[in-house]
DNA sequence: AAGACACACAACCGCTCTCTC
DNA sequence: CGAGAGAGCGGTTGTGTGTCT
């Protein structure tokens, strides 16, 4: 038999906040913090489980929420701290201020990975898709390989690659040629470098992602 | 106009972690 | 050290709304 919530065992409302609770519950927390979450919704004059008093705080009633649209600027954010930690959404949301989890969450799953799917990227692993890498020789496609960790400047600022880490992965493909990535920044939701050819020619320009993870495939 | 469908987002569920006794 | 309670997290489901046929 399936266990039950704690709001059903207790009988307590589930679904849908109104207004009315909203404000019981905002003018609590206002009035006394919420202290410990289990007592809440009784001190609040709830009838609700503690643990969704705190949800609905912590995902809609907390004042410094930013809510409305993802900017660019978080949009890649998301997709490069994904690329490093996984789906740790909270410790990707504690990088976007004024986003939660489930925020950062939702958006994942119902924009980004859709995105990414049609660039041609997994977005489980941040890998080109199996169809993706076959590409003409022609095609203006890149593909890494055996790429290292990308240190954006984001990243730098965040303590979470250090200055000196090296920045490298070798182009498998661009516009039929082969070569290394060097990219050296990042500004306006874009990494910038350049590509050093196998034949020695360096393309300066060559480098520019809309996304911004390591192995990759741009067009 | 109405039903079907897709999408975004809110909320729930169940598990793990942490703290206290 | 182990048990229990509370908090936090990630996956999943439910619901409202907009769009298409």
């Not at 976007?96 to 994942?108: A, I, M, Q, S, Y």
């Amino acid at each position: 038999m399936a266990k039950q919530s704690c709001c059903h065992k207790k009988r307590l409302r589930r679904g849908l906040w109104s207004p009315e609770e909203d404000e019981k519950l905002m003018n609590h927390i206002a009035m006394y913090g919420h202290g410990c979450w289990s007592s809440v919704p009784k001190l609040a004059g709830l009838e609700r489980c503690g643990k969704s008093c705190r949800l609905r705080w912590i995902n809609y009633l907390r004042p410094d929420l930013k809510r409305g649209t993802f900017s660019q600027e978080e949009e890649d954010l998301i997709i490069h701290l994904h690329s490093m930690l996984g789906n740790k959404w909270s410790q990707i949301a504690a990088q976007l201020p004024g986003r939660t989890d489930n925020e950062v969450k939702n958006f994942w799953n119902s924009y980004i990975k859709k995105k990414l799917r049609e660039r041609g990227i997994d977005p489980a692993t941040h890998k080109p898709l199996a169809e993706a890498t076959t590409t003409s020789p022609t095609a203006c496609r890149a593909v890494f390989s055996d790429a290292e960790l990308v240190p954006t400047t984001a990243a730098l600022a965040q303590d979470q690659l250090g200055p000196t880490d090296t920045i490298s992965g070798h182009v498998d493909q661009y516009a039929g040629a082969l070569g290394e990535l060097r990219w050296s920044d990042y500004f306006d939701g874009a990494l910038q470098g350049q590509c050093v050819y196998d034949s020695g020619m360096v393309d300066d320009d060559a480098v520019q992602f809309d996304d911004v993870h390591g192995l990759s495939s741009w067009c």
